[in-house]
């Protein structure tokens, strides 16, 4: 069964400091990684999506790596806002499931 | 494309009443999933749909929960009757074709159950 760990659980920054969101997965046989963002009371919104053959994705001031053998994603998100506190969940896809993280949720201080 | 679609976003319901979740998935994908979110398990997938036939069912928690998808445009999740640890919020997801594509998740449905 797969298991996806996100650490830390919280973060706090303040404005401007660089965000690295950690996520890992015990099984390597994945088709893809997709990190979302969820605000309180809200749905999910996807950030970035990398295939299995992809070491990273990026958009804007986001980037996410993956390294699939050793079961790892990192994201990063370069000179935060506080526009950008959230929930962020890292999912992997193994066959048709998703499997998601418990998530890290991010405070930035103005 | 509006995305999918889900109602109602809220529902409010006394314990034993029956509950019916709806979904509307984006015109055109073949997969449909429902995934329930709480606070303890986090996010988890209850079922899945192929074609509007559904594929694994092994996420639902008991008999009291059951799914349809009567056409490729519509899909269901009812909980009868309803307990207060169903209180969740109740995602619904479509992808198209194969494993490796994007999944796109609905608002949402909070269900709180008194």
């Known amino acids: 069964k797969q298991e996806v760990t996100q650490i830390p659980a919280a973060l706090s920054v303040p404005e401007g400091e660089n965000l690295v969101l950690n996520c890992s997965f015990t099984d390597s046989a994945i088709y893809n990684l997709q990190w979302f963002r969820q605000d309180p009371g809200k749905g999910l919104t996807s950030l970035l999506l990398i295939q299995s053959s992809q070491r990273e994705q990026t958009s804007g001031r986001l980037n996410a790596s993956l390294d699939k053998s050793s079961g790892r994603s990192t994201l990063y998100i370069a000179a935060s806002q506080p526009g950008d506190s959230a929930t962020y969940l890292c999912a992997v896809t193994n066959d048709y499931k998703l499997s998601f993280g418990a998530g890290t949720t991010v405070t930035v201080r103005a | 494309d509006a995305g999918v679609i889900q109602s109602p976003r809220h529902e409010v319901t006394e314990m034993g009443q029956e509950v019916t979740l709806r979904c509307k998935p984006i015109?055109?994908?073949?997969?449909l999933f429902w995934y329930r979110q709480t606070m303890m398990r986090g996010l988890e997938l209850l079922i899945y749909f192929n074609n509007n036939v559904p594929i694994d069912d092994s996420g639902m928690p008991e008999d009291r929960f059951s799914a349809k998808m009567p056409n490729a445009s519509f899909s269901t999740l009812k909980i009868q009757p309803s307990e207060p640890r169903d209180s969740a919020v109740y995602f619904c997801?479509?992808?198209?074709?194969?494993?490796?594509?994007?999944?796109?998740f609905g608002p949402g449905t909070r269900l709180t159950v008194l």
């Open positions: 997801a479509s992808r198209f074709g194969a494993d490796y594509n994007e999944q796109f």
């Open positions: 015109s055109g994908h073949d997969y």
